[in-house]
């Protein structure tokens, strides 16, 4: 039984279409899961906008879609999922309740694409079957065989970190968490165990994150440090500094594998097939 991850969009903060970020991409965060019973997506980035067209080309027409969280970098490419205005889609939507945020999902993304934000209202996108506010912890079962754990993480307003876990194997999807140095996290730990793949917040390297205390990031060492503390298999090194050039992302590239070879340096496009 095999599974593919793809990464459409990797970068934190800030989408940069730059000559500056193209080896590793500049599209914010978004990854698919793709099981023989189903399609998951993680957060809507603009790297949705690339998916959308294809899961059209591919002719999938449903789709679960989980949020870590609702800051910008995670939802703006949202009015550009193009399969989500098809009536004929059908997509499911899941975010977990946030601190100080009364309202769900559904109230975030309507607010987006108000206007004078969008000249496009949500409730165009009638390929949308259902909003669901969660509690961060809940398990869930998308597809038969397929379930989905969430924990909370650190960061401002809160965040939720996943689990996948289908055939016997498991990916972590950990982004936007700060940890605290040597007192590594319980939530990411667990969530990362035994893993095929942990796909973690490595915004920032040891050296910067003294500076960014209190940011809800975390450095691509510590990501390390807890992959193999957790028997994670590989660590995809994700959610890059919108600062950090394709040449600075080459050297934290080339740092990780040498620190582990378990270590690389996600990318949009690029696809990790889970198998037994």
Same mark, same amino acid.
């Given at each position: ?10 970068? *934190? ?8 970020? +193209? ?35 591919? %002719? ?5 879609? !989980? !949020? ?9 490419? !949202? ?6 205005? #098809? ?8 975010? *977990? ?7 769900? $999902? ?11 934000? !969008? ?37 401002? #307003? ?5 689990? $996948? ?22 939530? +990411? ?23 960014? +205390? ?16 957790? %028997? ?18 080459? *050297? ?16 949009? %496009?690029?696809?990790? +097939?889970?198998?037994?």
């Amino acid at each position: 039984m095999t599974y593919t991850v793809k990464f459409w969009g990797v970068r *934190g903060s800030i989408a940069c279409p730059s000559p500056d970020h +193209v080896v590793y991409g500049g599209n914010t965060s978004c990854i698919s899961v793709a099981t023989e019973a189903g399609t998951i997506i993680f957060d809507a980035g603009t790297g949705i906008r690339s998916l959308g067209r294809d899961l059209i080309r591919r %002719g999938i027409g449903q789709a679960h879609l !989980f !949020f870590t969280h609702t800051h910008w970098d995670h939802i703006n490419g !949202f009015p550009f999922f193009a399969p989500a205005f #098809n009536p004929a889609f059908k997509l499911e939507i899941h975010g *977990g309740r946030q601190e100080g945020s009364p309202r769900g $999902i559904e109230h975030v993304l309507t607010g987006q694409m108000e206007t004078p934000n !969008f000249p496009v209202p949500l409730a165009a996108m009638r390929g949308i079957v259902s909003y669901e506010d969660f509690e961060v912890g809940s398990v869930f079962c998308p597809y038969e065989g397929v379930t989905v754990r969430t924990v909370a993480l650190r960061h401002p #307003n809160g965040a939720c970190g996943y689990r $996948i876990e289908h055939g016997g194997h498991a990916v972590a999807y950990i982004t936007d968490t700060e940890h605290t140095p040597g007192q590594p996290d319980t939530n +990411v730990l667990a969530l990362m165990k035994d893993t095929d793949l942990a796909i973690y917040d490595c915004t920032y390297t040891d050296d910067e994150f003294p500076t960014k +205390v209190g940011w809800g990031h975390s450095t691509w060492q510590e990501g390390v440090r807890l992959a193999r503390m957790a %028997g994670a298999k590989r660590l995809a090194i994700f959610h890059h500094d919108p600062e950090h050039t394709d040449d600075v992302m080459a *050297g934290i590239e080339a740092e990780a594998k040498a620190a582990w070879d378990g270590a690389t340096v996600a990318r949009d %496009g690029m696809e990790i +097939v889970i198998a037994e």
